[in-house]
């Protein structure tokens, strides 16, 4: 099946051959909840289609989802779960809190994800200040 995901203030996944539309955004975005955020485009994995990552953008705290089932359900992972809570997850952002002084915000500044051809559990981050990665998410 040939499949595009779509991403701004919601997250879409359109089947190519069918036309079909669905809308699989993880958390609702925009006036009231989280006025000014939006979502990074989607990050599939080039071994597991349904594998995807996407963050949420904004200037202060965010969040990265990560889905196994195409975008039916995601995983939430806050600022907190990268910075100890879950290891296996974290990925070094030394050279980001060097520049910053510490304290920062991990997903200030993320405009855009890509999942690494050769080692699949690799993601790439482009960030403000550079490029970050993470090793196994």
Known sequence: ARTLYTSWKKVHR????????????????????????????????????????????????????????????WEKFSEKDWRGKNPRLFFDHQPYEDTTGGGAHLFRGVWDLAFDSKKTERLWFAFWPGILVCEDI
Request: charged residues 25%; without cysteine; proline residues 8%.
């Open 14 to 73: 359109i089947d190519l051959a069918t036309g079909a539309v669905k809308e699989i955004t993880p958390v609702e975005l925009g006036e009231g909840k989280h006025p000014g955020w939006d979502y990074t485009p989607v990050a599939v994995s080039p071994a597991d289609p349904k594998k995807l990552v996407v963050v949420t953008r904004e200037y202060g705290n965010g969040a990265l989802f990560r889905s196994r089932n195409g975008g039916e359900t």
